[in-house]
């Protein structure tokens, strides 16, 4: 079965702190993978994706993202974590030529930033 | 541009009584997602309409669990008998289309809890 794992469960930073957050995906075929974030009290939001092209991808507010083929992951960076980052971060992937194109989601990883 | 809206926010309903949720999607899209949200893990797809027929509902229990789109627009999600197990947030989506290019853009959810 298709599966995404996201190793941390609650990560917590002090502002300025560099973040990556894991992510990996089982099976080896073609994937288009993203990253959602959800704020405290707010609905899922799209960080970045990636379909195709360069495995370096930048999102919104500084996130980048790494696609490593060889690895089946798809981590989550940023040089500098600020306070307004404090949200639930969900890794999800979908498997290209399904046909209903559904999102598999990984369990999210909590980030609290420390003023 | 208007988002996906839900409705209710919040539910309590006990143990075998019925519930159903609501989705307006943004205008536009033709594809429609429920997604299935329990505490400490990441959405789970439920069912998939494209316009008003459904793509994938293999993850629905659809013994207790049904959802209908019926003018292609808006969208009921129902659950008769509900049980303790389906306490969780609801989630929906929309997007363009169903291709996989098209960004899904998730409403604030319905947070149910069965007692």
Redesign the interface.
């Known amino acids: 079965a298709q599966s995404?794992s996201q190793h941390n469960h609650h990560v917590i930073l002090s502002e300025a702190a560099s973040l990556e957050l894991g992510c990996n995906y089982s099976y080896g075929g073609t994937v288009?993978l993203f990253w959602?974030v959800q704020y405290p009290g707010?609905?899922?939001?799209?960080l970045l994706?990636y379909?195709s092209g360069d495995p370096l991808v930048k999102g919104i507010k500084g996130f980048e993202a790494e696609f490593i083929k060889s690895k089946f992951s798809f981590n989550l960076r940023k040089p500098s974590v600020q306070w307004s980052d404090t949200a639930e971060y969900?890794c999800?992937v979908?498997y290209?030529g399904a046909?209903?194109?559904?999102?598999?989601?990984?369990?999210?990883t909590k980030l609290s930033v420390i003023p | 541009e208007a988002?996906?809206a839900q409705s209710p926010r919040y539910k309590i309903i006990e143990k075998r009584q019925s519930v159903a949720f609501w989705c307006n999607p943004i205008s536009g899209h033709a594809t429609l997602?429920w997604y299935q949200q329990i505490l400490?893990?990441?959405?789970?797809?439920l069912i998939?309409f494209q316009n008003n027929g459904v793509?994938?509902d293999?993850q629905l229990p659809k013994d207790r669990f049904s959802a209908e789109r019926l003018k292609g627009v808006d969208s009921t999600l129902k659950i008769q008998p509900a049980k303790l197990e389906d306490s969780a947030v609801y989630?929906c989506?929309s997007s363009k289309s169903?291709?996989?290019?098209n960004?899904?853009f998730?409403?604030?959810?319905t947070r149910l809890t069965v007692l």
């Open positions: 995404v288009n959602y707010q609905h899922l939001q799209l994706k379909f969900f999800a979908r290209s046909g209903s194109y559904q999102l598999t989601f990984g369990k999210g | 988002g996906v997602y400490g893990q990441g959405p789970k797809l998939q793509v994938d293999s989630l989506a169903g291709t996989e290019y960004e899904q998730f409403g604030p959810g």
